[in-house]
């Protein structure tokens, strides 16, 4: 059996649903049985599952990498140093899980630089810093906006305040706009059909908004404050 490809955060479509079918109501007593174990580094990134490969991040002692597992025996196909470690008081790590489309892995790291990387051999792409090139600082307890796929645009939280939310051209990373103010918040930007637009939805620090995907115009904004800017699901 081959179950669908999970290729992003929350899967396929950023719904948390699957599409298969014929699934067992229950595991045995005894637990599923474990196919293979792999033990990696520090972090809180998920995995996504996609042409026979399992890509998520992690870090060591001076490093954080995206890494790419063989999904049958869950051995190292290769690994990539995508920055310096990052350490924060609500725990070390990257936080963002990679979007995996057309051959490329694009990933975000705890203190939010995002990078390109050829998903067959981790050859890297590009790089940005978002929160560096708006001089914003990164989120308080780290960014954790998983990268989401529109179009030619990866799209990530920023946190500034002439970029909320800001839309990367996905073959160079250069900027193809930039749309909102305030913090970042810790949930991950999604696409959805409202009034019969598409549009992007992100709950940022102290707000909700809908956004052009194209464009990057605010088609509206409603106010959603939390204690600490902790917007995350």
Do not use: H
């Not at 999970?6 to 007593?29: C, K, M, Y």
């Not at 954080?64 to 999904?71: G, R, S, W």
């Not at 890297?124 to 989401?148: D, I």
């Amino acid at each position: 059996a081959e179950a669908d490809d999970w290729p992003q955060f929350l899967g396929p479509n950023r719904t948390g649903i699957s599409a298969e079918t014929g699934l067992i109501d229950s595991f045995p007593e005894t637990g599923p049985q474990v196919v293979w174990r792999t033990p990696l580094g520090v972090g809180m990134a998920n995995v996504a599952v996609t042409d026979g490969k399992v890509f998520t991040l992690l870090q060591d002692d001076t490093s954080q990498y995206v890494i790419a597992l063989d999904e049958a025996n869950g051995k190292q196909v290769w690994q990539t140093a995508v920055a310096s470690r990052y350490t924060n008081g609500q725990g070390n790590g990257p936080r963002a899980t990679p979007t995996v489309s057309d051959g490329t892995v694009y990933t975000f790291t705890g203190e939010g630089v995002l990078t390109a990387l050829n998903a067959d051999d981790g050859e890297r792409r590009w790089a940005v810093n978002p929160a560096e090139a708006f001089k914003v600082k990164p989120a308080e307890y780290g960014m954790a906006s998983s990268p989401l796929i529109v179009g030619d645009a990866v799209v990530v939280q920023v946190g500034a305040k002439r970029a909320a939310v800001a839309a990367y051209n996905r073959k160079d990373g250069s900027l193809l706009w930039a749309a909102g103010s305030g913090a970042a918040g810790y949930s991950s930007p999604v696409v959805m059909t409202l009034a019969g637009q598409q549009q992007i939805v992100a709950l940022i620090g102290a707000a909700v908004m809908g956004i052009d995907p194209v464009s990057g115009e605010t088609f509206w904004e409603f106010d959603y404050e939390t204690e600490y800017d902790c917007n995350t699901a």
